[in-house]
């Protein structure tokens, strides 16, 4: 079964850290390109950080407020991909989701081909 399962989310105080990994399992994620994305309530879902292959990273348009305080890795010999999240304020409480694309263009809200669950982080005090 294909599936990607994302962890590491949890309740954290404001200028606190998180890592959040995005494991896949029953297929290998060394030719996709692997994106971020978050729901906060009432709103959309945005982009955030997107890894290629190579490893190389994209912030998406609209992802201004986490630059410079998140970052996206990979281990392919984990076959996982990494968001470390560091001072962490109250807005980037959301559900924080993985998806993927087999493509040289990042996975978008409406193009990926697959999902993760989503992991619910809140910052709060």
């Known amino acids: 079964q294909l599936q990607l399962v994302e962890s590491g989310g949890g309740l954290v105080q404001p200028g606190g850290s998180l890592r959040l990994s995005c494991a896949a399992s029953?297929?290998?994620?060394?030719?996709?390109?692997i994106g971020w994305f978050r729901q906060a309530p009432g709103k959309e879902r945005e982009g955030v950080l997107c890894i290629s292959s190579s490893g190389g990273s994209t912030y998406y348009a609209g992802s201004d407020s986490v630059k410079g305080r998140f970052t996206i890795s990979r281990d392919n010999a984990k076959n996982t991909v990494y968001l470390q999240m560091q001072s962490l304020k109250p807005e980037d409480t959301a559900v924080y989701y993985c998806?993927?694309?087999?493509?040289?263009?990042?996975?978008?809200?409406?193009?990926?081909?697959?999902w993760g669950q989503g992991t619910q982080v809140t910052v709060s005090s």
């Open positions: 998806a993927v694309r087999s493509s040289n263009i990042c996975p978008g809200i409406r193009v990926a081909d697959y």
């Open positions: 029953g297929f290998t994620l060394d030719y996709y390109r």
